[in-house]
């Protein structure tokens, strides 16, 4: 259920539920930037780590 919320807050807004997955490491830093070059590719990256888990 919990993955359901962060995909749910990452369609939303992608870094919240890279966020709310990793804390402030890496991989938030590179959906911020990927979001701001377009928001489906911070959006895939972000259901992308949520899923790896």
Known sequence: ???FIRIVLSVIIPPLGVFMQVGLGKDFWIN???TLLG???GL????WIIAKK
């Open 44 to 47: 895939v990256h972000a259901i």
């Open 1 to 3: 259920m919990a993955d």
């Open 32 to 34: 911020i930037l990927l």
């Open 39 to 41: 928001y489906i590719p």
